[in-house]
DNA sequence: GTCTATATAGGGATAGAC
DNA sequence: GTCTATCCCTATATAGAC
């Protein structure tokens, strides 16, 4: 956990992950790494030796971490699924700022590259798996489960897709909202529409 | 309808839109481009003066007019909405080769490049709305027939993504059969898992 | 650890021969 | 209409001064 002059490998990997999040793979450049880090090109492959793909699979490892400990293992471990579950909701829409942010995974998942394609994989395949449990022990048959985890994992990731499409991040939330009320989670406010 | 050398317009698009989904709007080069449509840079410049925008705008314009003709219009004007909407989730089948080919519309929303927004919004707006409207002549109220069009219409990309972050196609199949089997249409074969 | 060259390759785009 | 040659720019990556 070393630092370099107080910036930490996971600020500047945070500042790495918007370059790839708003320019795709191809499109991060070098010169948009040092904008975004203030760091000159040398400083960067002295962080990242084998450069680009290094950053986008450090990047990658660090939004399952922190999916892994903020969603996941909630999703699993908390006694009251209906704790999990909600948690999974305002983690997931304040990680996507409400439908402002995309999700990194869902982007690289449309590439036809493969160097990234096991950690991807995995990250989608943990998501149901702990949703699923939740939903399990909520009550649901396992096939149903199942389903219906594959359901919202994709809902979500969709509602992503859709809400950039239109320019409107509330696509995203009104999403969510219809899934929380399926579950019969606490919705919140929810403004129905005309 | 002008051809070259037997190739029409339309078949140098189909290898052009290729190109753009495989490797992304950034990583679509001229290069790329001549080895899937077989032309030089300079046929390539003859054929799009303004160049790689050019291409990529006459690609959304031709996937926008597919949609129109095989989706969009059936959805508005079959008197059966129930034959609009068989035939949208046949389409779709069909054009993402059962979720083995990605939607570009999808794909270049996630970018943050402003260029096509107003091509792209147009088009989901399209086929929500469309949807919307054989769902209400099937008997849904106004806002749940809107609802309704903006989950499915956010699901299918959704399924899109899951099934390539996946690498397993029946993710798409199996969502749009979900889709189907709430609308009370044929849903062909469905192999329940486990 | 950070920077400024610098090397090499490939990008988009144009001109002009055929 | 198609190609090759060429231009200029930016890309990734490295070397070496500080």
Redesign the pocket.
Known sequence: M?E??G?SRTAILQNIAEVFRQYGYEG???????AAT??????L???F?????QMAAEVLEHIQQWFDAEIFSPLETEEDPKVGLTAMFEGTEQYFRSGQKICLMGLLALSVDTAFAVQIRNYFLRWQESLSQALQRQGCSKSNAVDLAEEIVSGIQGALVLAHARGEADVFKRRLVSFKVRLDLPAGHYDERQ
Chains 1, 2 share one sequence.
């Open positions: 070393t370099s002059g910036r991060a450049s070098l010169s948009r790494f040092t203030g760091l000159g090109k040398g400083s492959y002295n962080f030796p084998e450069g680009k793909k």
